[in-house]
């Protein structure tokens, strides 16, 4: 179909013209994305049907299963994977249909909220690029994360819509469906042979899988995500059949958009089970359909739970062994927990779940008798292994309290627990799951993440990459570890000329489209200083936006102030009950509204805040961005991708030793990345000892003074909009330690503008040892580590 330029156009115009009844001359750009996509999708159907043979004959398969896929659009990244971009963007425009406007036409399916999901993502496209045997099991939400509609500067959220026009990607498998009961009771029959169980006057739900192929570089292997989607059972008797349709089809409905809380407990409780059951019960029925020996699971399949809201898996492959397959507990236990690996993504104790005992039993009855057969058996180990400590034993139980506690059933039921950086891991081990880590030091280790280099280099920035190829050759296409071939060019005049007329290309087509989405104009040659991530207190968009304030008022007091010019620009999504974040989104606004507006610092400073951030307009702002903003309160951010991705297109982090930044440094070395602030274990001591006095800064600092004041004197409202995050500053004693961090953010974002000003070739240089130390943070590497320590694959 893609191997001869003629044949191609011919097939795509006839097949556009039968599809849509509708002439070539007169087909829409929507039509036109249709069309290739399909087209693209069957090209790959004949390698997705073989490594799937390929995977009956016996490996061990991987199934990673996660809340949330972040993939945004994938058209690009498919042809890009395959190796048919560059042909197909020719031939196409030989047909005069630019293959870019094809790509824009293609929603971003966001079925995730940031981090967590995008990860999972970028592991997808590395265990296929990878040729290993890793599929994905997830939820096929109706509606994807939420738009983001700026208003007057306040966030409004809009229901996303990524399946209205159908999705050229998905093949619905209607008869691999399976039914999830809910709610009723657990008989209890005593026989010969043994207690039995049976789940009664169950609710069922149809969990209908929806495969997405998950196309490899290279093309070799075709991967799939399988996404379930909550319909009707037939099993339902007919009473009262809308309400139960409408509760059934709720389960699936929406993507919660929270990144750390939970709400509306019993749906979000039931989305987990629901995702769980149907996914387990899929792979053990393929396991068997192969031949596979149950006692031998283990031996065949790997199952990653990714963060604690898949956990259920545990318990629920338990009861399959257990109920429907009649193994003893231990058997069951002995392969259970050789089976599941668990990652955490987090330390903040609000991201920790915990589900009242009140809601879980009666909507799982059964899962909760094993959920608390786990625990007692879990606690009587414990029991002997230290005899007497009450206490500790009921910290560490999985059901307390009139509780049960996610991570501790997952630590329990797993071989592998892992975080996913450095700092993180050691926290963890150290503070966060001391006791578990005393208890069984052997299932701990560590993962740094990574991010794919094909989407958010190959495919973000094909500048970049055909400057590298000419450079180092294309080795590093394949192999991110090549990057490094590029650290001799840090003084090759020659390359860094190119390397910076790069990059300005970049900031002028981020300038083009701010000045279409915001109608500010914005200049590429000033500082292109970046933070986009969802807006959370400890991520400290707030630091960053009282800098720029404050920036404003030191250009004000003193003309004779000499500053490069810069563009702050912001990106993040707040969740929708999270009040404190959109009060932070409104303030970065009316500082936009006043600073882009006043004379005397035109052309200095100009804030921006683009909407709706989501992968793909992170493809546009990455490769633009001069100085990637990791501001994080050390300790707090698990890793960070978001720095990779800045890292990988040469921009310099301004960032405090958090997460990978730590991970950052090391690569590039001190004098290639701005670190400032705290460090963790000064944060976690005076977390202990209950914070620092916030307010003596204020008095101290006339410059924060002046600054926190505007907040409520009437320089950016009348309302008294902001008087709740001045409150936080000084009256609840700064949780984020903004101010304590702020004279050393403030100084070395004066220290990155004297040299990108005054020493060009010193920030070329920088842009270079990022670039070239960037290879490590492929999830490439980050999959190898996974495959071989943890899946043993
Ligand atoms: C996020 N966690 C962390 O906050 C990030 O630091 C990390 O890079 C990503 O996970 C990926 O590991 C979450 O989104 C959650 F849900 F756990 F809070």
Request: charged content about 25%.
């Amino acid at each position: 179909m893609f191997s001869d330029k003629k044949a191609f156009q011919e097939s795509f115009k006839k097949r556009l013209e039968q599809s849509y009844s509708i002439s070539f001359q007169d087909s829409t750009r929507a039509q036109q994305f249709v069309t290739l996509s399909n087209m693209v999708r069957e090209h790959i159907s004949s390698e997705w049907i073989e490594t799937n043979e390929r995977y009956r004959k016996g490996n061990k398969q991987v199934y990673y299963l996660s809340i949330e896929f972040l993939l945004g659009r994938l058209l690009g990244q498919n042809l890009i994977n395959l190796g048919l971009y560059e042909t197909l963007e020719t031939w196409l425009a030989d047909l005069n249909i630019p293959l870019d406007e094809l790509e824009e036409i293609e929603p971003d399916a966001a079925l995730g909220n940031g981090g967590l999901g995008r990860l999972a993502a970028c592991f997808l496209d590395s265990l296929a690029s990878l040729n290993l045997p890793g599929h994905g099991c997830g939820i096929r939400y109706k509606h994807g994360l939420f738009e983001q509609k700026m208003v007057d500067g306040f966030q409004m959220e809009l229901p996303e819509n990524w399946l209205r026009y159908g999705y050229v990607w998905e093949v619905r498998k209607s008869d691999l469906s399976v039914d999830v009961p809910f709610w009723g009771s657990v008989d209890v029959i005593e026989r010969k042979e043994g207690t039995k169980f049976r789940h009664v006057d169950a609710e069922y739900v149809r969990a209908v899988p929806h495969d997405m192929p998950v196309v490899g570089y290279g093309g070799e292997t075709i991967n799939t995500l399988r996404l379930w989607s909550a319909e009707m059972s037939t099993m339902t008797p007919m009473h009262d059949v809308l309400k139960y349709k409408r509760e059934t089809e709720a389960i699936s409905e929406f993507l919660y958009p929270d990144d750390s809380n939970d709400e509306g407990k019993i749906l979000r409780l039931k989305q987990q089970y629901f995702l769980v059951s149907a996914s387990i019960r899929s792979i053990l029925r393929r396991f068997l359909s192969n031949g596979g020996e149950l006692k031998e699971l283990h031996k065949h399949v790997a199952i990653h739970i990714n963060d604690t809201h898949p956990v259920l898996a545990i318990p629920e492959l338990m009861r399959l062994l257990l109920d429907e397959y009649q193994l003893s507990w231990d058997e069951a236990w002995h392969i259970t927990e050789r089976t599941f690996a668990y990652t955490n993504h987090t330390t903040l104790s609000e991201a920790l779940e915990r589900w009242p005992i009140r809601i879980f039993k009666p909507l799982l009855p059964r899962i909760f008798m094993i959920v608390e057969e786990i625990n007692e058996r879990f606690c009587k180990r414990l029991w002997e292994e230290y005899p007497g400590e009450w206490g500790r034993i009921e910290k560490m139980a999985i059901v307390a309290n009139g509780e049960v506690r996610m991570a501790h059933l997952a630590i329990a039921g797993s071989h592998s627990i892992n975080g996913v950086a450095w700092l993180h891991t050691e926290i963890l081990k150290n503070r966060e799951m001391n006791d578990f880590y005393q208890f069984q030091p052997e299932k701990f280790n560590n993962k740094t993440n990574g991010i794919t280099h094909r989407r958010w280099l190959l495919k973000a920035n094909p500048e970049l990459t055909s400057l590298l190829t000419e450079t180092i050759g294309d080795g590093f296409q394949k192999d991110a570890a090549e990057l490094s071939k590029l650290a001799p060019y840090a003084d090759d005049s020659a390359f860094l000329q190119k390397l910076w007329d790069v990059k300005t290309k970049r900031k002028e087509i981020l300038a083009k489209r701010i000045f279409e989405q915001n109608g500010v104009k914005v200049d590429p040659s000033s500082i292109f200083d970046v933070q986009v991530k969802r807006l959370h207190a400890y991520k400290r968009q707030l630091l960053n936006v009282l800098h720029i304030l404050a920036l404003y008022n030191k250009v004000k007091a003193d003309s004779s102030y000499q500053m490069a010019p810069r563009t702050f620009i912001f990106g993040a999504k707040a969740s929708p009950g999270y009040f404190y974040a959109k009060r932070i989104i409104k303030l970065i606004h009316s500082v936009a509204d006043l600073v882009n507006n006043d004379p005397a610092t035109k052309g200095l400073i100009t804030v921006v805040f683009m909407e709706n951030y989501r992968v793909s307009l992170a493809e546009d702002i990455i490769p633009a961005a001069d100085i990637s903003e990791q501001i994080s309160t050390a300790s707090k951010e698990a890793s960070g991708t978001g720095n990779m991705k800045f890292m990988m297109n040469g921009a310099i982090t301004m960032g405090t030793l958090d997460g990978a930044n730590v991970e950052i440094l090391e690569q590039t070395g001190p004098d290639n990345i701005f670190i400032f602030g705290l460090k963790a274990e000064e944060v976690m001591s005076y977390d202990k000892e209950g914070g620092y006095r916030s307010m003596d800064y204020y008095h101290h600092d006339p410059l924060i003074r002046r600054t926190l004041d505007q907040l409520v004197d009437g320089t950016l409202d009348d309302k008294g909009l902001f008087g709740v995050i001045y409150d936080s500053l000084l009256g609840e004693n700064d949780q984020y330690f903004v101010l304590k961090d702020f004279e050393s953010y403030r100084k070395t974002q004066e220290e990155a503008g004297r040299i990108y000003a005054e020493d060009q070739a010193r920030w070329r240089k920088m842009m270079v040892n990022n670039i070239s130390g960037s290879g490590i943070f492929s999830s490439d590497r980050t999959i190898k580590e996974y495959a071989k320590e943890i899946w043993n694959i």
